[in-house]
């Protein structure tokens, strides 16, 4: 089969997604790399470029988005597709679909800027705030009354223009982190960004059946089918604080074969339905390099 991965510049020295990239082209399979900041991407040729699947591990607010849009309107399948991955990039977008759907999230506001924390009541205070477009964690702090409310870390300047605010929910001090593939659900313990005074051994830990469920039933609500979140666990049971789309899958046993393996079979499935990738046009492309290396848009071997 013939993939193409869209890798943003931040990822492009990373393990994922290269490492998913190498695996199937050494498995046998075609598979390029997509540069959009050192690409020209010729939009009329998409279709005639054969892929099976487009797939995008993105930043917030990254030209690869844009490529994979492309991708889908000219009807080629894409891993994550696009309307998912707007709904969870962007953090308050994501939270009022979450609430919209049913989903356990913190009571959340949007706001251009801290000062006006000071225009929410004092009993709802301790508050979370967080960049509307971070991630890894970046820019979060946590705010105990109005009175700090106006003051704020150095960096969380720098991070964004908006920003989401939640309740802070008590718990543990610590993270949960559901990695989902397809249906299959991985939960590992992760420090918290608001507690760093609590250590945290990143285990895999067991799948509670509350976890599982909850885990699915984001997917099924976001469209999402390789993706992360993060949890708390709570008096109320288990609460989403954080969405996204194909994380890193730290401490994931076999996580790259799992991935690759969804991969070739959500491609298969999406060919079967299609049926618009004649053999006799697939034919006309050369084999005699498939499946030796990865490809970059140019030709030159990565």
């Not at 999230?105 to 971070?134: A, C, M, Q």
């Not at 039933?217 to 996204?244: K, Q």
């Not at 790259?256 to 618009?276: P, T």
């Amino acid at each position: 089969m013939r993939f193409c991965f869209i890798v943003e510049d931040e990822y492009r020295r990373q393990s994922m997604p290269m490492v998913i990239a190498r695996h199937l082209a050494q498995s046998g399979h075609d598979v390029d790399l997509l540069e959009p900041t050192k690409t020209v991407t010729a939009l009329w040729d998409l279709r005639r470029q054969l892929y099976d699947a487009y797939i995008l591990k993105t930043v917030a607010d990254g030209p690869g988005l844009c490529v994979l849009e492309a991708a889908e309107a000219a009807g080629i399948p894409t891993i994550n597709n696009s309307r998912s991955i707007r709904l969870v990039r962007d953090k308050s977008l994501c939270t009022a679909y979450a609430y919209a759907h049913g989903l356990p999230v913190p009571h959340s506001y949007f706001v251009t800027d801290p000062h006006l924390l000071r225009k929410i009541p004092r009993e709802r205070y301790p508050l979370v705030v967080k960049p509307t477009n971070g991630s890894s964690g970046r820019g979060i702090y946590l705010v105990n009354s109005p009175a700090r409310s106006l003051r704020r870390p150095k960096y969380a300047e720098r991070v964004s223009d908006f920003f989401l605010v939640q309740h802070y929910v008590k718990n543990p001090g610590y993270d949960i982190k559901l990695y989902v593939i397809g249906k299959d659900v991985f939960a590992v313990a992760r420090e918290s960004p608001l507690h760093p005074e609590v250590e945290v051994a990143h285990q895999l830990l067991p799948v509670k059946p509350a976890w599982l469920k909850l885990a699915r039933r984001v997917g099924e609500v976001f469209g999402l089918v390789i993706y992360g979140l993060d949890v708390l666990e709570t008096r109320h049971g288990p609460m989403v604080v954080d969405i996204n789309d194909f994380p890193s899958f730290g401490k994931v046993p076999q996580a790259v074969s799992l991935i690759s393996d969804y991969i070739v079979r959500f491609a298969k499935k999406a060919r079967m339905k299609r049926g618009w990738l004649p053999f006799a046009l697939r034919t006309l492309r050369s084999t005699s390099s498939r499946g030796q290396h990865v490809r970059s848009e140019n030709g030159l071997a990565r």
